[in-house]
């Protein structure tokens, strides 16, 4: 969701509350009729743990509410709307035996620690532990404002805020079809793509201004996410959209020019450690990838050090840089060529420091839901990075 339409529906929220019923309820039906448009959202990148903006999109067709869930309640149109209302209305009326009539069982179910925003594994998954869960978790749903449905190939997924005490917070509840019957799902680790745009929509929604964008820039690469199964990106694509570079760069040549300065960065970081300046290849990392790093190195035995250097430095050949400044991902495998198997390549995160544009490794032993995408095959094919690749799709009509 673009930050201004976040702002705007804020608003109209607001507005909701103190307006008489008359008002906001003409208002609410205006805004559920309104129907999908195609919107867009600036990706916040994980960086050592705190995310920031980048200049990586994320396209898919959505329609906004921005309203209290009793008036979302009393203006549902189609029948998945219907389904998350009544699963909510489950949740906030303690009825176990209504949620389980919609509710679905995720392949791991998921809660809020309540302290960084991500979540922990729970087990017994059921409906009346899902209704506990959610009633303890979020107030008992007696406040939750309907934010978003997003469609996310042939599902819809419901991001809803329950309004507690602090930040906005933002969750989804995922509605689609099973058997010929509509079925409700939590948002976990089951279903990456749907967890990673709830965890991003909810970084926005935590400092809209820094995600700001008056217009999507023109990006090389358009990625449509296969989320419904191999190479399907379903009826109603979510589109990636980057620039980068697709290359076959020798790190340890240092006779051939870096064609960017981002990898003439990479490789001199990789020259120090083959060199054996260690403690120059650490404060070539952000701060708390250096001190993740420092303490691993140190770990390790004398045997231990030398299988890492030599695993490390025995070849290291760039195949793609995915530039999503201020931040880099490179990805490297350990051949010479273009042959190489999807699958096989390796990443690295850089950062150009905002305030001092200088180039750091980061995101050692640093893991974002991003990273659950990135690492997941059936999800990044990464044969899209190869050059020549499959034409730049953009299948979300604008």
């Given at each position: 969701?673009?930050?201004?339409?976040?702002?705007?529906?804020?608003?109209?929220?607001?507005?909701?509350?103190?307006?008489?019923?008359?008002?906001?309820?003409?208002?609410?039906?205006?805004?559920?009729?309104?129907?999908?448009?195609?919107?867009?959202?600036?990706?916040?990148?994980?960086?050592?743990?705190?995310?920031?903006?980048?200049?990586?999109?994320?396209?898919?067709?959505?329609?906004?509410?921005?309203?209290?869930?009793?008036?979302?309640?009393?203006?549902?149109?189609?029948?998945?709307?219907?389904?998350?209302?009544?699963?909510?209305?489950?949740?906030?009326?303690?009825?176990?035996?209504?949620?389980?009539?919609?509710?679905?069982?995720?392949?791991?179910?998921?809660?809020?620690?309540?302290?960084?925003?991500?979540?922990?594994?729970?087990?017994?998954?059921?409906?009346?532990?899902?209704?506990?869960?959610?009633?303890?978790?979020?107030?008992?749903?007696?406040?939750?404002?309907?934010?978003?449905?997003?469609?996310?190939?042939?599902?819809?997924?419901?991001?809803?805020?329950?309004?507690?005490?602090?930040?906005?917070?933002?969750?989804?509840?995922?509605?689609?079809?099973?058997?010929?019957?509509?079925?409700?799902?939590?948002?976990?680790?089951?279903?990456?793509?749907?967890?990673?745009?709830?965890?991003?929509?909810?970084?926005?929604?935590?400092?809209?201004?820094?995600?700001?964008?008056?217009?999507?820039?023109?990006?090389?690469?358009?990625?449509?996410?296969?989320?419904?199964g191999p190479h399907d990106p379903g009826k109603y694509p979510v589109v990636l959209g980057f620039d980068g570079e697709s290359i076959d760069f020798d790190v340890f040549n240092a006779a051939v020019a870096a064609p960017s300065p981002v990898l003439a960065f990479y490789r001199s970081a990789y020259l120090a450690l083959k060199g054996r300046s260690i403690e120059s290849f650490i404060?070539?990392?952000?701060?708390?990838?250096?001190?993740?790093?420092?303490?691993?190195?140190?770990?390790?035995?004398?045997?231990?050090?030398?299988?890492?250097?030599?695993?490390?430095?025995?070849?290291?050949?760039?195949?793609?840089?995915?530039?999503?400044?201020?931040?880099?991902?490179?990805?490297?495998?350990?051949?010479?060529?273009?042959?190489?198997?999807?699958?096989?390549?390796?990443?690295?995160?850089?950062?150009?420091?905002?305030?001092?544009?200088?180039?750091?490794?980061?995101?050692?032993?640093?893991?974002?839901?991003?990273?659950?995408?990135?690492?997941?095959?059936?999800?990044?094919?990464?044969?899209?990075?190869?050059?020549?690749?499959?034409?730049?799709?953009?299948?979300?009509?604008?």
């Amino acid at each position: 969701m673009q930050p201004a339409e976040d702002n705007r529906v804020a608003r109209n929220g607001l507005w909701l509350r103190v307006a008489g019923t008359v008002g906001a309820h003409f208002l609410a039906a205006w805004a559920l009729a309104a129907g999908f448009t195609l919107q867009t959202m600036r990706v916040p990148i994980s960086v050592d743990g705190q995310y920031i903006s980048s200049s990586m999109f994320l396209d898919f067709q959505a329609r906004s509410y921005g309203v209290p869930f009793a008036i979302f309640d009393a203006h549902t149109v189609d029948e998945r709307e219907v389904a998350f209302a009544q699963i909510v209305s489950a949740v906030r009326n303690n009825n176990s035996i209504k949620a389980a009539q919609l509710w679905t069982p995720p392949a791991q179910k998921l809660q809020d620690n309540g302290k960084t925003g991500t979540v922990v594994p729970l087990t017994n998954a059921s409906a009346e532990d899902f209704v506990a869960l959610y009633r303890s978790a979020f107030l008992n749903f007696e406040n939750v404002q309907v934010i978003s449905d997003i469609r996310v190939g042939s599902r819809d997924l419901f991001v809803w805020d329950p309004q507690a005490p602090g930040r906005p917070r933002r969750r989804g509840f995922s509605v689609g079809a099973k058997d010929d019957k509509v079925v409700v799902q939590e948002v976990t680790s089951g279903s990456p793509v749907e967890l990673l745009i709830v965890n991003w929509m909810d970084e926005v929604a935590k400092n809209p201004q820094a995600y700001q964008s008056a217009v999507t820039p023109k990006l090389k690469y358009h990625y449509a996410i296969p989320v419904d199964g191999p190479h399907d990106p379903g009826k109603y694509p979510v589109v990636l959209g980057f620039d980068g570079e697709s290359i076959d760069f020798d790190v340890f040549n240092a006779a051939v020019a870096a064609p960017s300065p981002v990898l003439a960065f990479y490789r001199s970081a990789y020259l120090a450690l083959k060199g054996r300046s260690i403690e120059s290849f650490i404060q070539m990392h952000t701060e708390k990838s250096q001190d993740k790093l420092r303490k691993w190195l140190a770990t390790m035995s004398k045997e231990e050090f030398e299988k890492f250097y030599l695993s490390t430095v025995g070849g290291r050949y760039v195949k793609f840089v995915l530039n999503a400044d201020p931040v880099y991902i490179v990805f490297y495998g350990p051949q010479k060529g273009r042959t190489w198997l999807p699958g096989s390549l390796s990443y690295q995160y850089i950062l150009r420091d905002p305030k001092t544009r200088q180039l750091k490794l980061t995101n050692v032993f640093f893991l974002s839901f991003f990273d659950d995408f990135l690492q997941n095959t059936n999800l990044f094919d990464q044969r899209f990075l190869k050059p020549l690749s499959a034409p730049s799709v953009r299948t979300a009509a604008r």
